[in-house]
């Protein structure tokens, strides 16, 4: 005797939303049994974008800042109950570093742009402190940007860099004492890696770069078990995801080169207490990629997540069943870009997942000390009235490429149950396999019939 189990389950689908123009998403965080993702949108308006998504991918509520000129957010974290964000603002004329913080619901309850006479911009933000760059201030070009900030107030600014350009991309807070991943022209041989860690004054405790003979630049980092991780663009060993792990007093434990063509670019890391999870994009177009590292590098798997266009995974939430992914695609929706939230399991399986062959193979990397300028600032901070509001967004869910539904709240009469490549079956599934609940509202459930 046969039975059928029916598993109602929203993972391993893509979600879409957009409109016409540029939408997408470069950070998230778990909030208060949401997901919360943060971006940009050029659709609705040129404003900083906040998506709030249920765990099955269910769009709760969505917010733009409203701000006069435009604004983006690259950066986000948790603290207590309530998000920070971060990134740029054009509403006092130049771009000025903008932080965000939100009430316990997601909604903005104070709004700062903060900078000099030039250009400011903040990358990420962890614990308090926000990192970035700035031109307005420091021995170079650009300097890293980095604040301290405690219930919306600067304790301290500093501009910390050498005589050509030096950015902040990430952040992350260990022991009170801040590590910074960026990289920098002012050292090294072309453009390397840059990893410093300060204490909770400011104060340098190291710096030190990595690279080779060519473009090398680090993007994000995660602290695993007192083990710093590096996920970097290599412009040295033909390109693609340099990796690379230090202990917390800076020295390098090893280093390797992620690759599937060489284009490959990292926008986002998570980990866990077993394995580390790369995600991003490539230079060339093509689909975003998420791949999975034990933590001394080894590949477990690679998979592309998305459709033939340009696509890109810009967020990563990690949690003991599954990986969500967050990002932008022009594989599906209904723009050049629309906000992207798809999730896997830890095996990698995703109905628009499939198959990479990536390799890692250990490289040789070059380290060096470095002792960079470091200058007090007193910025000047702004406060901007929080005029967000909420966008109109278009909606789709996609599987093996295929539309399942869109625009749900516009159709009449389409509830019921399809098929993976969206068409109506008119009663329960006779077969095992991926199917769609539609319910008369809209909602859209996953079945997996097995």
Same mark, same amino acid.
């Given at each position: 005797?046969?039975?059928?189990?029916?598993?109602?389950?929203?993972?391993?689908?893509?979600?879409?939303?957009?409109?016409?123009?540029?939408?997408?998403?470069?950070?998230?965080?778990?909030?208060?049994?949401?997901?919360?993702?943060?971006?940009?949108?050029?659709?609705?308006?040129?404003?900083?974008?906040?998506?709030?998504?249920?765990?099955?991918?269910?769009?709760?509520?969505?917010?733009?800042? *409203?701000?006069t000129g435009t604004d983006e957010f690259f950066g986000a974290c948790r603290e207590g109950d309530s998000v920070v964000a971060v990134g740029f603002t054009s509403a006092l004329g +130049? @771009?000025?570093?903008?932080?965000?913080?939100?009430?316990?619901?997601?909604?903005?309850?104070?709004?700062? !742009?903060? /900078?000099?006479?030039? =250009?400011?911009?903040f990358e990420a933000t962890d614990g308090g402190y926000v990192a970035g760059y700035t031109s307005s201030w420091g021995s170079g070009e650009t300097d890293v940007f980095l604040l301290?900030?405690?219930?919306?107030?600067?304790?301290? =600014?500093? =501009?910390?860099?050498?005589?050509?350009?030096?950015?902040?991309?990430?952040?992350?807070?260990? +022991?009170?004492?801040?590590?910074?991943?960026?990289?920098?022209?002012?050292?090294?041989?072309?453009?390397?890696?840059?990893?410093?860690?300060?204490?909770?004054?400011?104060?340098? %405790?190291?710096?030190?770069?990595?690279?080779?003979?060519?473009?090398?630049?680090?993007?994000?980092?995660?602290?695993?078990?007192?083990?710093?991780?590096?996920?970097?663009?290599?412009?040295?060993?033909? /390109?693609?995801?340099?990796?690379?792990?230090?202990?917390?007093?800076?020295?390098?434990?090893?280093?390797?080169?992620?690759? !599937?063509?060489?284009?490959?670019?990292?926008?986002?890391?998570?980990?866990?207490?077993?394995?580390?999870?790369? *995600?991003?994009?490539?230079?060339?177009?093509? $689909? /975003?990629?998420?791949?999975?590292?034990?933590?001394?590098?080894?590949?477990?798997?690679?998979?592309?997540?998305?459709?033939?266009?340009?696509? /890109?995974?810009?967020?990563?939430?990690?949690?003991?069943?599954?990986?969500? @992914?967050?990002?932008?695609? #022009?594989?599906?929706?209904?723009?050049?870009?629309?906000?992207?939230?798809?999730?896997?399991?830890?095996?990698?399986?995703?109905?628009?997942?499939?198959?990479?062959?990536f390799l890692s193979y250990e490289i040789p990397l070059s380290s060096r000390d470095a002792t960079p300028s470091i200058f007090a600032l007193s910025p000047s901070i702004a406060s901007?009235?929080?005029?967000?509001?909420?966008?109109?967004?278009?909606? #789709?869910?996609?599987?093996?490429? %295929?539309?399942? =539904?869109?625009?749900?709240?516009?159709?009449?009469?389409?509830?019921?149950?399809?098929?993976?490549?969206?068409?109506?079956?008119?009663?329960?599934?006779?077969? $095992? *396999?991926?199917?769609?609940?539609?319910? $008369?509202?809209?909602?859209?459930?996953?079945?997996?019939?097995?």
């Open positions: 005797m046969s039975m059928w189990v029916c598993l109602f389950v929203g993972f391993g689908d893509a979600f879409v939303w957009g409109t016409s123009l540029d939408d997408e998403i470069r950070a998230g965080v778990a909030f208060g049994g949401r997901i919360l993702g943060l971006g940009r949108s050029y659709s609705t308006s040129a404003d900083g974008h906040m998506l709030i998504w249920d765990r099955q991918g269910n769009l709760l509520d969505a917010l733009a800042t *409203g701000i +130049n @771009s000025d570093g903008l932080v965000v913080r939100s009430d316990s619901f997601g909604n903005p309850a104070w709004i700062l !742009a903060i /900078g000099g006479d030039m =250009a400011e911009c301290r900030m405690r219930a919306g107030a600067v304790v301290w =600014a500093k =501009a910390i860099g050498g005589g050509s350009f030096d950015y902040a991309k990430d952040i992350a807070v260990v +022991n009170d004492t801040a590590i910074l991943v960026g990289y920098t022209e002012s050292y090294g041989q072309l453009g390397d890696a840059m990893v410093m860690r300060v204490d909770s004054f400011g104060n340098l %405790i190291w710096c030190k770069v990595f690279g080779g003979s060519g473009y090398d630049t680090g993007q994000r980092l995660v602290v695993v078990r007192d083990t710093i991780i590096i996920a970097g663009r290599d412009g040295s060993n033909g /390109g693609g995801i340099l990796v690379f792990a230090l202990d917390l007093a800076g020295n390098l434990l090893w280093a390797r080169l992620v690759r !599937a063509t060489g284009y490959e670019f990292p926008l986002a890391i998570s980990a866990d207490d077993r394995a580390i999870y790369i *995600g991003g994009k490539h230079t060339v177009g093509g $689909p /975003g990629f998420l791949i999975k590292l034990l933590t001394d590098g080894s590949l477990v798997w690679g998979r592309y997540i998305g459709g033939n266009s340009s696509d /890109g995974i810009g967020a990563l939430i990690v949690d003991e069943a599954f990986i969500t @992914s967050l990002g932008y695609t #022009s594989s599906f929706g209904s723009g050049r870009k629309d906000f992207l939230f798809a999730s896997v399991d830890h095996g990698g399986y995703n109905c628009v997942a499939r198959e990479a062959e901007i009235e929080d005029l967000s509001f909420s966008p109109t967004l278009e909606y #789709s869910l996609w599987c093996e490429g %295929i539309g399942v =539904a869109e625009l749900p709240a516009a159709r009449v009469n389409w509830s019921g149950i399809y098929d993976c490549a969206g068409r109506f079956i008119g009663c329960q599934p006779k077969a $095992p *396999g991926v199917y769609f609940q539609v319910f $008369p509202d809209g909602r859209v459930r996953r079945l997996l019939m097995r």
